[in-house]
């Protein structure tokens, strides 16, 4: 699927594995997502360009070297999102972060905003978007929706596990938009949950229902 990076890797994999177990304890479900997350970042910042060079001295002689320059704002999807954000700030730690609070309402049938908090000067800037699940996708493409309203540069989102039906429509919505996700689920249940999925992540991560 185009604009689609599916991560294939034996430790993610494994780590998946766990993931989806009902099983595993809200503990552990946390640091898996952290170090599915980490793996997820690196990925997107692979074709990263922005870099200088400079000079340091290390024990031994003088040497230059690459730093990153303007990096991506990482913005988190509350609040599954949130389980994701502080590895992904550690993978690229002189980002800033933003935070989207936005749910599907399934009484008016559509999405609500409640919370919305950027950093100043993100016009421009590219966005690393993450949420650890895309089901339906309404949740994604509003706050896709609007961070383009800030005029932000390129967007890549994050995300654990996607349907098929939810990244098609992502694409169809936002064409321009880079996903990065461990897998594709073929199936989502009536209740909107991806088959076999791994149940809400929010409620794993916090222990709340």
Partial sequence: MKNVTVIEHPLLKHKLGYLRDKNTNSNEFRELVKEISRILAYEAMRDWKLTENVSIE???????????IHPPVVVSIMRAGNGMLDAV?????ISSAGYIGIYRDKFIHNTVEYYFKMPENI??????????LIATADTIVAAIDRLKQYDVGKIKVL?????????????HFHPDVEIFTVNIEQEMNESGYLV?????????LFQTK
Avoid at 89 to 93: T, Y
Avoid at 159 to 171: C, N, P, T, Y
């Fill in 58 to 68: 290390t024990p031994i002689a003088k040497t230059t070297t690459a730093r990153i």
């Fill in 123 to 132: 016009k421009g800037k590219d966005i690393l978007l993450c949420d650890p």
């Fill in 196 to 204: 076999p999925g791994l149940g809400d992540a929010g409620d794993r």
């Fill in 89 to 93: 700030l550690s993978m690229i730690p």
């Fill in 159 to 171: 995300s654990i596990l996607a349907s098929r039906i939810g990244l098609e429509k992502v694409l």
